[in-house]
């Protein structure tokens, strides 16, 4: 099973400052099938990427995911009022399909 | 548009069984499959399994391997997860999400939350 490691925990920041997000694996997720999500509280989470960088239908320029193998990154350049929330990695290359543990991005 | 629309909260006692229900809309179901995903309180996304609303073939974790039972009924375009020998561990909030091939979980359900508790 791979395990995805996220960090920070939490994130402290001011609306219009850049967020940067990193998601580890134990082991190369295959063919880059490595996904992200944005969950607000009480909400069902939402697709944010697939494929490493492929933004989702309707999510702004401002999020945009990279890297490769093992090194995973979400980053969303200004922060919006809406962007606070908390976001979660996920692959789904290998079963079982394992989640990070997520970052909960706070208003500092 | 396309909805996953679940069935209504439950409260149920250790030992006992759970059948949450996903209906779809507005996209071809058998073309997609189903997978579930749940969320203790305060904790992050555990995935479930998944099932495919074509064949009916499925795909279980480990950790639910022998109680959890996943279908679908075409003729109403809805899945089913069925929890068995329910634990208080297993209180949770359950997704259905729609799994597009080669693809991660595209459009979400609202939820069902489970409670167990004696």
């Known amino acids: 099973e791979i395990v995805l490691t996220q960090s920070p925990g939490t994130l402290s920041l001011s609306p219009g400052e850049r967020a940067t997000l990193s998601c580890r694996a134990t082991q190369s997720v295959r063919s880059s099938y490595l996904a992200w999500y944005q969950q607000k509280p009480g909400q069902a989470p939402r697709l944010l990427i697939y494929g490493v960088s492929n933004r989702a239908t309707g999510i702004p320029d401002r999020f945009s995911g990279s890297g490769s193998g093992t090194d995973f990154t979400l980053t969303i350049s200004r922060l919006e009022p809406e962007d606070f929330a908390a976001y979660y990695c996920?692959?789904?290359?290998?079963?079982?399909?394992?989640f990070g543990q997520g970052t909960k991005v706070e208003i500092k | 548009q396309v909805q996953l629309v679940q069935s209504g909260a439950e409260v149920k006692k250790p030992g006992a069984s759970v059948k949450v229900s996903c209906k779809a809309s507005?996209?071809?179901?058998?073309?997609?499959?189903i997978s579930w995903v749940r969320q203790a309180p305060g904790q992050g996304l555990e995935w479930m399994g998944w099932?495919?609303?074509?064949?009916?073939?499925?795909i279980y974790t480990q950790k639910v391997q022998g109680r959890v039972t996943m279908t679908t009924d075409t003729s109403t375009t809805t899945a089913y997860m069925e929890l068995r020998s329910l634990r208080c561990d297993d209180t949770a909030v359950y997704y259905c999400?729609?799994?597009?091939?080669?693809?991660?979980?595209?459009?979400w359900g609202q939820g069902t939350t489970v409670t167990v508790s004696s």
């Open positions: 507005g996209y071809t179901f058998t073309n997609y499959g």
């Open positions: 996920q692959q789904y290359g290998s079963s079982p399909w394992t």
């Open positions: 099932i495919s609303a074509y064949n009916g073939n499925t």
């Open positions: 999400a729609r799994v597009p091939s080669y693809l991660p979980l595209d459009v």
